[in-house]
Nanobody, 113 residues
């Protein structure tokens, strides 16, 4: 089982930027970023395929950029123009991961208004 460790979260003002990282213990192919806000279900944010194709949910299009380093087994999420509603714990995982699957610890992102 691939272990995932997210990092890079923090407290930032509205309009600011953060870059999240996710280090995997093994090779990664298609990967996604998810987030879970307090009191809400975990939701998909962005996906990158093994070939590098990217896909974003509407509420982050134009603001977030997903990328990867195959050499480092690392997934990234560049988040710009952050909004208070982006406040959540961010996780990386395979796109097909379900609630009952393995999840890393996540990284907290807090955006103040």
């Amino acid at each position: 089982q691939v272990q995932l460790v997210e990092s890079g979260g923090g407290l930032v003002q509205s309009g600011g930027s953060l870059r999240l990282s996710c280090v995997a213990s093994g090779r990664i192919f298609s990967m996604s970023w998810f987030r879970q806000a307090p009191g809400k279900q975990r939701e998909l944010v962005a996906t990158i395929s093994g070939g590098g194709a990217t896909n974003y949910v509407d509420f982050v299009k134009g603001r977030f950029t997903i990328s990867r380093s195959n050499a480092k087994n690392t997934l990234y999420l560049q988040m710009d123009s952050l909004l208070p509603e982006d406040t959540a714990v961010y996780y990386c995982n395979f796109p097909w991961a379900t609630q009952s699957d393995y999840w890393g610890p996540g990284t907290q992102v807090t955006v103040s208004s």
